[in-house]
């Protein structure tokens, strides 16, 4: 089994900044792809910022050049610094990582969610 556990949401005023991180723990093998979703309410879940299984990064056009996503592989740890935060990045976000396990099976994971509330 594999546990993602989120930290660092919470209230911010616009053009602020957090930094949210994810830590995987358990049954690991490798950890390929990892990064962050995010979920405003009445909205579907959208990217935020993630690594690929290569090792590239791929961002949301809302967020280019405002967050900036990096990783301790030898912590299976993914960080999520945001700045100049508006309130429209105001949502539940939420670690996912696709993680080989023991058992050599790639399968996804995702974290518990951490809310991030922007005030304008």
């Known amino acids: 089994q594999v546990q993602l556990v989120e930290s660092g949401g919470g209230l911010v005023q616009a053009g602020g900044s957090l930094r949210l991180s994810c830590a995987a723990s358990?049954?690991?093998?490798?950890?390929?792809?990892m990064g962050w979703y995010r979920q405003a309410p009445g909205k579907q879940r959208e990217l935020v910022a993630t690594?690929?299984?290569?090792?590239?990064?791929n961002y949301a056009d809302s967020v280019k050049g405002r967050f900036t996503i990096s990783r301790d592989n030898a912590k299976n740890t993914v960080y999520l610094q945001m700045n100049s935060l508006k309130p429209e990045d105001t949502a539940v976000y939420y670690c996912?990582?696709?993680?080989?396990?023991?058992?050599?099976?790639?399968?996804?994971?995702w974290g518990q969610g951490t809310q991030v509330t922007v005030s304008s």
């Open positions: 996912y990582a696709a993680v080989v396990t023991y058992s050599l099976m790639t399968n996804n994971y």
């Open positions: 358990g049954s690991i093998v490798r950890v390929n792809a």
């Open positions: 690594f690929t299984s290569g090792g590239s990064t």
